[in-house]
């Protein structure tokens, strides 16, 4: 390609509403261009890197037996309805109506649509496994749309379900999704963690988030750096304490704390760590009756040491929390309680409630929590002896950096990722919904166990340049760039030697198979330099009259300080030798 013949369109600032790194760049590199909130144009430059991510994706799902389909972007609601999703999705899901008043949806996954494919096609256990993958326009209807296209509406996204006859056989095909995740993140050539994830209500432990390692990652991925556990920071198992509780030491005392409601003032305000202190967290569950109304409610107190935060994903798997759990209004924390939040305690309830204590609040002594009371705190109490054991202890917090990590390599870390992929264990959930079965080796119909593989071929590009950046612009590995090199004459128009040597060397290059542009656009060096540095192509050859005269040329990667001569004759070796690195 010649950049003459391309549409190069970039921008020396990026718009004002372009928050993350990934966006001003893509904006600036003319990558992308916006076309309403969350809706963008991929422009021939970025296109290229979609195509790319594509292709990698689309080989190495071929590879794992994987078969390519495409399914509608708008789909009848029957078979949204038959799940229950139409209703319960909410504002996400984007419904539309034809002509005719029929309800229709613009297709944020396919699951249903799938499921309806293999009722129809797969009858039998013979027929099994299969893998049907497509990749495919989604939308989402997304409250604010930001970040470009890390959390766009509009998306590119290869979502995958394999069917299974039984458990053993899905759990086998689940595995092999996996690994071939693993292989496509490695063809990427960019850091990323397999990072385990909550099954949610499904259940199990098949669950795994493929996280692109990078500072501005909306995610916390908690790993161990002495082995390989890695997991999502709301499946991160913390662990009990070590050891037995201690001995009670204090007394247990009313303490006024006048205007101090948080742990953290009242840590201050009594000298004391944080630690020592005990937050009250209190929740409710609503038994439903058969009209729909609430018939009881139940309140609960969930116990955190004042330096923890919760994590509702480990809370909503506490038997009886595990029904779904909202938080309790004022007027049932002072129904019970008999004071205000900011006060709240475990002692002198004035009607009782279901008590639940971390791991780690269950083994403290001499504690500190609210009296129920305002401007009142309790220091120095004690389990069993100021008020009975804990009805149920659970792990109900986040990790911390430096907790002791679940497999006993060592203490816990914690950075930040960008999840763009995620391959997940579906068992029977939609095929029970849509009375999907085959018949099995019995001759009895059997719901099929199924698995569902996502990438976000859209996010990733966004992903890999939070990842690979400099203060120049974008720095592309090698497998997604737009272009892997790029031949950068100086004066081209004026000297028949720069323009027969760069022609030489483009021609070459392309007979080798290497993607390479050409910028025959007559820039200055300055201008074409910035763009290309810019834009992030990775591989720089340029081409000038006083170092032709020497029989070299320049040769420079896009992370290197500085260029390196190399002769004419060895340039086509080089840059091959540098991009097998």
Request: some cysteine; glycine content about 8%; overall charge negative.
């Amino acid at each position: 390609m010649k950049a003459t013949q391309f549409l190069i369109s970039t921008l020396k600032e990026a718009p004002a509403d372009a928050e993350v790194v990934s966006h001003q760049l893509m904006m600036r590199a003319g990558m992308i261009r916006k076309l309403g909130a969350g809706i963008y144009n991929y422009m021939p430059m970025g296109l290229r890197v979609i195509r790319k991510v594509e292709a990698i994706v689309r080989e190495e799902m071929n590879r794992a037996g994987a078969v390519e389909l495409t399914m509608p972007v708008v789909q009848p609601a029957e078979l949204w309805q038959e799940t229950g999703r139409f209703e319960k999705m909410g504002p996400e899901l984007l419904r539309i109506q034809d002509r005719h008043g029929r309800d229709f949806i613009v297709q944020p996954t396919s699951e249903e649509v799938i499921t309806d494919i293999a009722r129809q096609e797969l009858r039998s256990y013979k027929q099994l496994p299969k893998n049907l993958y497509q990749i495919q326009t989604k939308f989402r209807d997304e409250r604010r749309p930001r970040f470009g296209l890390m959390r766009g509406r509009e998306f590119i996204m290869k979502d995958a379900y394999s069917f299974d006859r039984d458990q053993v056989s899905a759990k086998a095909s689940y595995q092999v999704m996996a690994q071939a995740y693993r292989r496509i993140f490695d063809r990427f050539g960019l850091r990323y963690r397999a990072v385990a994830a909550d099954s949610g209500a499904i259940g199990g432990d098949l669950s795994e988030e493929f996280q692109v390692i990078a500072s501005t990652g909306e995610d916390a991925i908690v790993y161990c750096p002495n082995s390989d556990y890695a997991a999502n920071m709301e499946k991160a198992e913390a662990l009990p304490p070590q050891g037995p509780r201690p001995a009670p030491a204090e007394a247990l005392v009313r303490t006024p704390t006048p205007g101090k409601s948080t742990c953290a003032d009242v840590a201050a305000l009594l000298g004391v760590p944080l630690e020592r202190t005990v937050k009250s967290l209190v929740l409710a569950t609503d038994e439903i009756g058969e009209n729909g109304d609430v018939v009881r409610s139940q309140v609960w107190l969930l116990l955190l040491r004042g330096d923890h935060d919760m994590n509702e994903i480990k809370v909503s798997k506490v038997p009886g929390l595990n029904v779904g759990f909202r938080f309790a209004t004022v007027a049932e924390i002072e129904d019970h309680f008999g004071c205000k939040p900011g006060y709240l305690g475990p002692i002198g309830l004035k009607k009782p409630v279901r008590i639940v204590a971390d791991r780690e609040v269950a083994v403290m002594a001499d504690w500190i929590c609210g009296g129920n009371e305002v401007d009142v705190h309790l220091t120095g109490v004690n389990w069993g002896r100021d008020l009975p054991e804990p009805e149920l202890v659970a792990d109900l917090r986040n990790v911390l950096a430096g907790d002791r990590s679940p497999d006993g390599a060592g203490e816990l870390a914690i950075e930040r990722g960008i999840e763009v992929g995620h391959v997940f264990y579906l068992g029977t959930k939609y095929s029970k919904a849509m009375n999907a079965t085959f018949l099995g080796e019995d001759g009895k119909p059997a719901f099929f166990e199924m698995g569902c593989y996502g990438i976000g071929v859209t996010r990733l590009p966004a992903a890999a340049i939070e990842q690979n950046h400099d203060e120049r612009g974008i720095i592309w590995p090698d497998a997604i760039a737009p272009f892997t090199v790029v031949v950068c004459p100086i004066g081209m128009d004026r000297s028949a030697d720069v323009k027969a040597a760069a022609e030489t060397l483009y021609g070459d290059l392309l007979a080798a198979g290497v993607d390479v542009i050409l910028d025959d656009r007559g820039e200055r060096p300055g201008a074409m330099f910035a763009d290309w540095e810019l834009i992030g192509v990775p591989h720089r050859v340029t081409i000038g009259d006083k170092n032709l005269k020497d029989g070299l040329v320049e040769y420079q990667h896009r992370r290197d300080a500085a260029a390196t001569k190399v002769a004419v004759a060895d340039i086509l070796a080089h840059l091959k030798g540098r991009m097998a690195v």
